[in-house]
Nanobody
Framework: QVQLVESGGGSVQTGGSLRLSCAAS????????MGWFRQVPGLEREGVAA???????RYAESVKGRFTISKDNAGNIVYLEMNSLKAEDTGMYYC????????????????WGQGTQVSVSS
């Protein structure tokens, strides 16, 4: 069973920064497409960033230049560094993982973490 454990959410003012972490097993970390989604109540969950097994990345247009997804090989952790945060970045952020092919098409959707809340206020 694939387990993804997120941490790092919180409240921040506009323009601030947060770093989210997603811990996974070594097998998942090294072989799967991994990514981050966010969801606002009443709206569909949207892909924010993804990273494949060799480190190639994908970003939603709304976060390009502000968010960075990266991998920490030592701890089997995927990070989402979020800078210059805006009020519209508020939402529940979910770590996701899926088959490696999913990164070539978009974002992984097979497995999900429990989510971590990010709130950005002015």
């Amino acid at each position: 069973q694939v387990q993804l454990v997120e941490s790092g959410g919180g409240s921040v003012q506009t323009g601030g920064s947060l770093r989210l972490s997603c811990a996974a097993s070594e097998y998942v970390y090294r072989r799967y497409c991994m990514g981050w989604f966010r969801q606002v109540p009443g709206l569909e969950r949207e892909g924010v960033a993804a990273i494949d097994a060799i480190g190639s990345t994908r970003y939603a247009e709304s976060v390009k230049g502000r968010f960075t997804i990266s991998k920490d090989n030592a701890g089997n952790i995927v990070y989402l560094e979020m800078n210059s945060l805006k009020a519209e970045d508020t939402g529940m952020y979910y770590c996701a993982a899926g088959g490696s092919y999913q990164c070539s098409r978009g974002y992984p959707t097979d497995y999900w973490g429990q989510g971590t809340q990010v709130s950005v206020s002015s």
